[in-house]
């Protein structure tokens, strides 16, 4: 079995729409993140939580928000979601404990019309 | 501000030697990984350097130097498989987020 999963794994909504993604994990990891990929470009992280208590924004955090449901759950919300925010979402689990590696789960192919 | 270049694209033959390079200008430096991610798939974890100098794994090997804001994964007896996109990452101050570059696509032909 996956150690981080992500549901949907397609998504396709319209503009104004809120939508939520969700992302679990059972690695057993403190530290989870989300990024968007679009087509061409890097990695860009959006949220990341260090512990239930502690969500901080990343760069691209507009028009986003997150919920830190239990040590496993990461979950995504996009409130009213616009055509720009079509792309591809990642979620990612790491432990400072084992250097801080990212394990990412398999991606959300989200597009918003 | 936190810059990572790559090449944005490479083409390699089957069974041959490569190597992808990866500058960075950021600040805190706290290591740097390198991911493989085949289209549309997540990205996997290759290697971490947090000390200067080659770090060996199988097929992959991945270089080192903190004084000159460079690295590069090495990539031999290229097989069809390792056709894929090679994300450079930083990792930068004590908050441990990771900066990615924007990749380099890797052609391997046979």
């Not at chain 1, 919920?67 to 979601?81: H, M």
């Not at chain 2, 000159?68 to 450079?88: F, I, N, P, T």
Request: hydrophobic share 30%; aromatic share 12%.
């Amino acid at each position: 079995d996956a150690d981080v999963t992500q549901t949907p794994r397609n998504r396709i909504t319209k503009t104004g729409k809120r939508i939520m993604l969700e992302c679990s994990q059972t690695k057993g990891h403190d530290r989870m993140y989300w990024y968007r990929q679009d087509p061409g470009l890097g990695l860009q992280l959006i949220y990341y939580s260090f512990d239930v208590k502690d969500i901080n924004k990343g760069e691209i955090s507009d028009g986003y928000s997150v919920s830190r449901q239990a040590q496993a759950k990461f979950s995504l919300s996009l409130e009213s979601a616009i055509p720009n925010q079509t792309a591809l979402y990642f979620c990612a689990t790491s432990d400072p404990r084992g250097g801080e590696t990212q394990y990412f789960g398999p991606g959300t192919r989200l597009l918003v019309l | 501000g936190q810059n990572i270049d790559q090449p944005t694209e490479m083409t390699a033959t089957e069974g041959a030697i490569v190597q992808i390079n990866c500058t960075y200008q950021t600040s805190g430096f706290n290591g740097l990984f390198w991911y493989q991610q085949h289209a549309g798939e997540a990205p996997t974890f290759l290697s971490y350097n947090v000390l200067d100098g080659l770090e060996e794994k199988g097929r992959f090997s991945s270089f080192l130097s903190r004084s000159k804001g460079y690295s590069y994964l090495l990539l031999k007896e290229l097989q069809m498989k390792d056709s894929a996109s090679y994300l450079c990452a930083v990792r930068v101050g004590s908050s441990y987020k990771l900066i990615f570059g924007s990749g380099t696509r890797l052609l391997v032909r046979p």
